[in-house]
Structure formats: C-alpha cells, structure tokens
C-alpha cells in the first residue's frame, strides 16, 4: 500500500503514516446475483456476485470477517420508508406490471415504479438483502466490533420515504446512518449526553439525492455529494443547495462536467473532506462508492481509474474514524467488479496484483486481465478556473459551520409525510407529472447474451445462514452458465 504521508494525509493526529490493521467486516449474501431487473436493463446484482469472486481469488476473504446478512424485516425498512409504501414493495408481484386493472397501475405510478424500477421476481428479498447489510454494517461499527465494515450490495442512494427512483427502491443508506445515529457520543453536553453525528459521503457520477433529501433538515447528519451536474439525473445537487433549518450548510454539493480525471477529483475530494473531518469531527463515516463515475461506465461520463476511485476511500480510511462502506451505481460490470474488489483490498489494507487470478468470470477481463484499466482518452471540461472557484465555495460553507455540533440525543424524526390517497384530479395529474429518468431504455447497448436472465438458486430469504467461519474459508462455486449475464470481454472500457 501506499504511504498515508506521500499522499498528503489528513492533519487530524490520527491521520498520518497509517500502519494500523483495521478490524474489517464485510457483508455478502450468495444469492444477491441472481436477482434480475429484466432483459435490457443497464443494472445488474450479477455484477456484485463478480466483485466477490475477485475478493474470494485474491484470498481477501481471509483478511475479514465475512458475514450474511441477516435480511431487514418491514419493521426495519419502515424506519425510513412509509408504510404504505412497504407494503406495496412487499407484495407487489411481476404480473402486476402487465395487469391492466386501474388498482394496479395507480399503485405502480404512486410509488415511481415501471420504468427505471421495473417489478421484477424476488424484489422485496433483495431490498431486504441490500438494507440488511447496511443495517448489519452499522450494528458492527456501533458495538466497536469491526472499524471497517463493506456491503456491496448497498448504496442505493436515490430511494425516496415513498417511491423508488434511479434503479433503488430502498434506501439502505439512510437506515444505516438512522442505525448509526442510535448510539451516544462519549461526552456530556450541557443538556446530558449528546448524540453522536454521521458524515456521508458520495462519490457516485449521479448526485445522492435520497440521501440528501432525508437528512435536509437536521445537523446529525451532514452530506457532501461529488457528481456530475446539469442536464443528467437525477437533476439535483446545485452547490447552493446546502440544507434548510438546522441542516442549514450541513449538505455540501460538489457538482462537476464530463471528463473529470483522478487529479481533478482528488484535488477538490481531499481539502472537502479534509475540511469536514476537522470542523464537523464526525463519529462515523459512511462511503456510497459507485463506480459509474468510472471511465468508460456505460451510464456515465467521468474518466476515473480504479485507483483514482479508491484513493477516497484510502483517504477516508487514514482517519481512523468508523467507516462503512457501500456500493451504488456502475454498469460496466467487469470494471464495477474490478474497482469493488479493490477496494476491498485498500479496507483490509493490502495491495493486490494488477493480473487477475483465475476466476469464473476470467474471460470477462479480457484482453487484458488485469486489475486495473487505463481511463479514456477524452477531455476533462473541469477548467483549473472551475475547480478552484468550487473549491473556494466550499470551504467558505464549511466555514459557517460550529465546531463539532452537540446536539441532544433523539430519534430522528421522518423528514416526509407519506402521500396521502389521491382523488381522481390529483390522479390526472399524478399521470401527467414529468418523471426524471436515469436510463431511457435506448442508450443501452446490450453485448451477446448480457441479457439472458441467470439461472436462479433459491431466493428464498428464511433458509438456514451459513456460519461466518464456512463463509471465510469456502468460497462459494458459481456455475458457468451463471457468467451470461456479465459483459462481453470485447466491450470499450
């Protein structure tokens, strides 16, 4: 690995040269790559499944406590989300998308889903998958049993209170941070003890919207997103949008152009976020990492390389702080499984070969077969001008901010009311109401058998839990056959 110091480490005293082993815990459920969004759908769980079987074939494994998720009960969605709205994820059924039955398709528009969120078979078990590990990842980091903790299959930051959005349905991140948000600061405050606070970060190409939108209004949380901004969904994240009330100047937008490059990034991510540890001094960290802002992502349009990417997540790491870390976008999913398994390996601390071992995906790597991948030859619209002017902007919202909020301990309120029944006008409405999309469905250009659906296992979510020590050391065989919903090795990265 490298030196913390010859990156230019943070300036809290626990920053610096960084030769500490972290207490790393990751979440992975075997069954989440069988899950299927439908033929010609950009997001694909499979690719979760590849980021694993990297992670198992450089021995990572070996290196962490690997557990599977216990799957989130309604009880546990239902801290975010309304009720209603979970009861309609929780039984609604793929047919019910063809139903033409006004019930139906009044529902499926309410709730945001049809399109971007298709219904597939088995969707509420993996809403409860991907909640599940987030909510487990921030139990582990509560008990102080690990000091790193990973789910992949989280980070889908784009599920509002009520209604899907961008491929998410529940968001993991914000019931993560609520779980979080549960434990005390170690110090008293004037008022008695005090609750502890959360810094989210984002570094996904689409701004963190559902993220943002749920803690808009409190101190406890504070959100700093880093996307591409402009005429992209999901439409928001203006640098001027920085929290209302409490949460005034506790959400940070760092909107950039196409083309944004490793250096570029990393010298407006690092003085942020160096910023926001030193003046907000959170007791926890979460990292959404998704790799659409990868070079050459099919839904994106940055130029990071892998370990452009994951030098957030080092940087993070240098401060020794309680970090979870999570998935989000990416659709180039031989890169998205590259970028995840290597920063699997910057958590535990290792640096692993660039030629990819021998794995069940292996020719999907091709021609290459390494680790890392070369970022496009394509131009940065990120001006020097540009990005010091953001930077500036910034920092001066940060410096607005008290040192080290100390607010009283309380549960965090719902930040939403749920909708309320719809009569016939607001329905008409409801019907003409413009929905910002993330995939139109035809920019997708789908590679030779990328779209048959995976043969399924059981996605039967109440079977027996395999004990953390058969997790560790088997490595779980995936068939042949369970490779055709990857992408073709011949693809542009």
């Not at 059924?93 to 529902?107: E, Q």
């Not at 050459?296 to 702080?321: E, I, T």
């Not at 749920?418 to 019907?431: I, S």
Request: hydrophobic content about 35%; some cysteine.
């Amino acid at each position: 690995m490298d030196d913390e110091s010859s990156l230019g480490g943070a300036s809290l005293p626990s920053a610096g040269v960084d030769a500490r082993k972290r207490r790393v815990s990751y979440f992975y459920e075997p069954t989440i790559g069988d899950y299927y969004y439908g033929q010609g759908h950009p997001m694909k769980p499979h690719r979760i499944r590849m980021a694993h079987n990297l992670v198992v074939h450089y021995y990572l494994h070996r290196r962490m406590e690997v557990s599977r998720p216990f799957p989130a009960a309604p009880a546990d969605i239902r801290r975010f989300h309304s009720d209603d709205y979970v009861d309609f994820l929780s039984s609604v059924a793929p047919d019910a998308a063809a139903a033409s039955d006004h019930a139906s398709s009044r529902s499926l528009r309410r709730f945001n889903v049809g399109e971007d969120c298709p219904v597939f078979d088995g969707l509420f078990g993996f809403c409860q998958s991907s909640a599940g590990g987030s909510i487990g990842a921030a139990v582990k980091l509560n008990r102080q049993d690990a000091d790193i903790a990973v789910n992949w299959a989280g980070g889908l930051h784009h599920a509002k209170k009520s209604e899907a959005s961008g491929f998410c349905y529940v968001n993991d991140i914000v019931l993560g941070i609520l779980e979080l948000l549960k434990v005390h600061r170690g110090v008293a405050g004037v008022g008695g003890w005090v609750g502890c606070v959360v810094m989210f970060a984002d570094i996904d190409i689409h701004h963190g919207d559902g993220v943002e939108e749920a803690f808009f209004t409190t101190d406890r949380v504070m959100t700093v997103s880093f996307h591409k901004f402009g005429d992209f969904f999901p439409g928001t994240g203006h640098i001027k949008d920085i929290g209302v009330g409490l949460g005034k100047y506790y959400a940070l937008n760092v909107p950039l152009n196409d083309g944004m490059d490793d250096v570029s990034f990393r010298s407006l991510f690092r003085p942020t976020i160096q910023k926001v540890m030193e003046v907000y001094q959170p007791d926890a960290v979460v990292l959404q990492c998704g790799a659409d802002s990868l070079a050459g992502d099919r839904l994106g349009c940055f130029n990071l390389s892998v370990k452009g990417h994951a030098d957030c997540l080092r940087y993070l790491r240098s401060f020794n702080v309680p970090l979870m870390v999570l998935g989000g976008g990416g659709y180039t999913i031989r890169n998205v499984a590259r970028c995840w398994c290597y920063e699997t390996a910057v958590a535990v601390g290792v640096e692993p070969d660039n030629n990819l071992p021998y794995n069940e995906y292996y020719e999907y790597f091709g021609p290459d077969y390494t680790l890392h991948v070369e970022p496009a030859s394509i131009e940065n619209q990120n001006t020097a001008k540009d990005l010091e002017k953001i930077r500036n902007m910034l920092l001066e919202q940060l410096s607005k901010l008290p040192h080290a909020p100390s607010v009283q301990f309380q549960t965090a309120p719902p930040i939403t009311q749920a909708p309320e029944e719809v009569g016939v006008k607001e329905e008409e409405e409801l019907d003409r109401r413009p929905r910002s999309r993330l995939w139109n469905g035809e920019g997708y250009e789908s590679d030779i058998d990328e779209d048959e659906k995976p043969h399924y296992h059981s996605l039967n979510t109440d079977g027996p839990r395999m004990a953390d020590a058969d997790m560790r050391d088997t490595a779980a065989k995936i068939k042949e056959e369970d490779m055709m919903d990857a992408d073709s090795p011949t693809s542009a990265t």
